[in-house]
């Protein structure tokens, strides 16, 4: 009878693995490049055609790099102040940016040159925002509590909005309706303008609070039916077809939330503070997903259209830029749907099918032959009956628990664990005692390894105190023991008082 090899049975993990679908997804954005500028980083914008370039605004420059080399292409520093908010057309063609002087620029970004000058507004620029459906209209909001829509070509204001009180630091035009203009001000109000009649259509304001905070961002959902603002550590929800009710308030930052962001698909929300965390929720029901930490207060993050790179502005004047790969086609790999070019008929001679001929006689018997099966280390050892170089065999760092413990089983059957324990010194003993302390409170092999430390303390009892680090590891053993006692005791009390709590209406009734 051929030697049958030991038998790994698979054990069902005692609970979930480590990383949602939802965290590994956000991991893959590995190998941060980290670039210092000598300003806090203040804005980081992709270009939403391809090859969606960035602009990170700092200081009294902006920018624009290539995500593939991660390097500076084009600089732009026509600034008399410091720059803010550089943003990109959705051609890719023009970068419009404010300053502290409240000046309104638009840049050619391959020439640098100035193609317009808006000059209207008397303090500080934050804001500066194409239209996504009007490419020739340009938002920008200003210290000076006005938010202006700008027509390009002809340089004149097609509406400005004077509805709030105090700086206005975020704004955005609808994406689904040019004349649909969203702010969030200092005065702790958002605002909806329609840029038709130049009014202000909606106030939200989270009444009720007792502080009112500056509202930091604002974002606009792509169906325009939803709102997103930030105040303070505070993120709240605003739903714009119920006239402005706020549906959802979350607190999951310790600190200021300073910028949002959506993926490529709105269906996930980023957030960065000044706690150094990013958090992306899922905007199905607004939960955490996944969490990330930066060294340093985040003002600004931005993840490309096409999700292959996630940057992050730092206060410290830090860019991080993170990149993952996206497509089959850029790890090598063809789509299973992509068709290949026709075989020629030239080519199609070298693939003819060839009729092989039998060789010798057609009535003779064939006998089959097998290839016998590679043993393992293990099973080897095993079979020549060397049971304890079997046992140290896996008891090797990169060797999985689930072959151990199968191995140790095989042992048992064999009547051959004692002697595989046997006879051993410290250095020898040491790896079967950390097994043990890892494993003997896991469900998957406590029962085995209870089994296995009783043999050993009853073979080993006599030579205790002779190598201090085979009596710590007893300690340790120990110490696990009682803990896991400890706990078991605790969870019967507290299925006892279930019990009771579950015993009382069906006793009422």
Not at 33 to 45: D, G, M, N
Not at 62 to 84: E, G, L, M, W
Not at 341 to 354: D, L, T, W, Y
Request: aromatic residues 6%; charged residues 25%.
């Amino acid at each position: 009878m051929d030697y049958q090899p030991v038998i790994v049975k698979a054990q069902a993990r005692p609970a979930a693995s480590k990383h949602s679908p939802e965290s590994r997804f956000w991991r893959q954005y590995k190998h941060p490049v980290f670039v210092k500028e000598y300003a806090p980083v203040t804005s980081i914008h992709f270009s939403p055609s391809k090859p969606h370039r960035y602009a990170v605004t700092a200081a009294t420059r902006i920018q624009i790099y290539a995500p593939r080399t991660q390097k500076v292409t084009k600089t732009i520093s026509r600034f008399k102040d410091i720059a803010r908010s550089g943003n990109i057309r959705g051609d890719g063609k023009l970068v419009v940016a404010g300053d502290d002087s409240g000046l309104v620029q638009i840049f050619d970004i391959n020439s640098r040159a100035i193609l317009r000058s808006l000059d209207s507004h008397k303090q500080p620029v934050h804001v500066t925002k194409f239209s996504a459906q009007a490419p020739t209209q340009v938002l920008s909001c200003s210290d000076d509590t006005t938010s202006k829509l700008w027509d390009v070509p002809s340089q004149s204001p097609i509406a400005t909005f004077t509805s709030h009180t105090d700086y206005v630091r975020s704004g955005q035009v609808s994406p689904s309706n040019p004349n649909v203009i969203l702010t969030g001000s200092y005065d702790a109000t958002v605002r909806l303008f329609d840029a038709r009649s130049g009014q202000c259509e909606m106030v939200m304001d989270g009444r009720g609070a007792e502080d009112r905070t500056p509202v930091e961002q604002v974002l606009m959902f792509p169906s325009g039916t939803i709102a997103v603002s930030s105040s303070g550590p505070i993120l709240r929800i605003w739903d714009i077809v119920a006239g402005g009710r706020c549906t959802r308030a979350l607190s999951n930052h310790q600190k200021t939330v300073t910028t949002l962001a959506f993926d490529a698909n709105a269906r996930r929300l980023l957030t960065g503070g000044l706690d150094q965390m990013v958090k992306v929720y899922d905007v199905s029901n607004y939960k955490v997903v996944h969490t990330m930490r930066y060294p340093a207060p985040v003002l600004c993050i931005a993840l490309s259209p096409d999700e292959t790179h996630l940057a992050a502005g730092m206060s410290d004047g830090t860019l991080s830029v993170r990149r993952r790969q996206s497509k089959v086609e850029d790890m090598g790999v063809h789509s299973p749907d992509s068709t290949l070019p026709p075989i020629s008929s030239q080519q199609n001679k070298h693939f003819e099918r060839v009729t092989s001929r039998p060789v010798g006689d057609l009535h003779e018997h064939r006998v089959e032959s097998r290839s016998s099966k590679k043993l393992k280390e293990h099973d080897k050892l095993l079979k020549s009956f060397k049971y304890s170089a079997a046992l140290d065999s896996v008891l090797r760092k990169q060797v999985p628990p689930t072959i151990t413990f199968a191995l140790i089983q095989e042992l048992i059957y064999r009547d051959g664990l004692k002697i595989a324990l046997t006879g051993r010194d410290d250095v020898l003993l040491e790896p079967i005692l950390r097994l043990l302390v890892k494993h003997i409170t896991d469900p998957r092999f406590g029962e085995l390894a209870c089994d296995v430390a009783g043999i050993v303390i009853d073979m080993y009892t006599p030579v205790l105190g002779q190598s201090p680090l085979i009596d710590s590891l007893f300690l340790r053993l120990r110490r696990k023991v009682i803990a896991e006692i400890r706990f078991q005791k605790e969870l019967l009390k507290m299925q006892g008082a279930f019990d009771m709590v579950i015993a009382v209406p069906s006793s009422a009734r």
